[in-house]
């Protein structure tokens, strides 16, 4: 007897599916479309109608484990790592700390939050301003009041409230190990003034000396290097196609998770970091520039 379509109870179509349901439903497209096959034909061999497969791609319908591996088999996708990270993906269905400020915040910088709480390893790179999991209660309000257009008192201080919750993943009981480069030049930013510059740049210093956390300077003397106009935020997911990079704009967080671009950045980082001073010389970079303020 031949296998019999699998057969599921409807689920309830999700009208604003997060970021990470939205990633969940690219790497279900993905695996599809490496098969060569059209979503009328995945549905019919799952006995279902073409909209099903496209609401699933969509992140707007959840998927079962029992489903995933059945459209893993007709895919004929062997990679069985892969598979178990995206079974994890279909039964953490967690709605973490930051679904508190979703009428209050734009929906991206949600789903950056949901990626680092989910990251196995952070890899950040900046060259003119100090990442936002390292800033200070001050140093952040003083980053968002340059927000243009300019942001009424109370949407800055949810965003400052946010920034600082979102640090709880650097000391919990298993931190999430990070990887920062920063250029020289974000160093000396001095962001509301010369105080608040040597306190951020000193919290900075104290961060660098927890054992999770590498912080590498790039010094001016340096010279030119790949990447050094941009703002790279790279997650390391539980497999290599499930990491995500993540670029700062001025118009919020742009994420990019196709294999050149995954390959492509961490070729940036691993030149960036590979042209940085080491551990301690950078801690000691950091050190002199604020006793400097």
């Known amino acids: ?36 096959l059209t979503a009328t034909e995945t549905g019919q061999l799952l006995g279902v109608q073409q909209n099903q497969i496209s609401n699933m791609e969509a992140g707007r319908v959840g998927v079962s484990p029992e489903r995933l591996r ?8 062997t990679d069985q790592a892969l598979i178990a990270a995206l079974c994890d993906m279909t039964v953490d269905r967690t709605r973490g700390w930051w ?8 929906a991206p910088l949600l789903d950056m939050a949901e990626v680092e709480h989910h990251a196995h390893q952070l890899r950040t790179a900046v060259t003119v301003h100090i990442p936002g999991l390292f800033q200070t209660v001050e140093h952040a309000r003083e980053v968002f009041r340059q927000d243009v257009p300019a ?20 000391y919990q009981e298993q931190p999430t190990p990070q990887q920062v480069v920063i250029h020289e030049a974000a160093l000396r930013m ?21 054992p999770h956390i590498t912080v590498q300077v790039i ?5 030119s290097f790949a990447g050094s106009g941009q703002s790279i935020y790279y997650s390391r997911g539980p ?6 990079i993540n670029l700062d704009q001025s ?28 551990r301690e010389d950078s801690r000691n970079f950091i050190h002199t520039i604020a006793l400097s303020l």
């Open 190 to 210: 001095q962001f509301g003034g010369r105080v608040i510059a040597r306190q951020q740049l000193e919290h900075l210093v104290t961060l660098s000396e927890l």
């Open 1 to 36: 007897m031949g296998d019999q379509p699998l057969k599921e109870a409807k689920k309830p179509v999700r009208s604003n599916p997060t970021g990470r349901q939205l990633r969940f439903g690219a790497e279900l497209r993905k695996l599809r479309e490496h098969a060569g």
């Open 239 to 244: 497999v290599p196609q499930l990491d995500t």
């Open 251 to 278: 118009h919020g967080p742009v994420f990019l998770d196709t294999e050149p671009q995954l390959v492509k950045y961490r070729v940036l980082l691993s030149r960036m970091e590979s042209i940085a001073l080491d």
């Open 99 to 106: 679904e508190e400020y979703r009428e209050i915040l734009p």
């Open 219 to 223: 010094p001016f003397d340096a010279g």
């Open 151 to 170: 942001l009424p008192p109370p949407d800055i201080e949810h965003r400052v409230s946010f920034r600082i919750k979102r640090q709880a993943i650097l």
């Open 70 to 77: 059945a459209l893993a088999g007709h895919y004929g996708c």
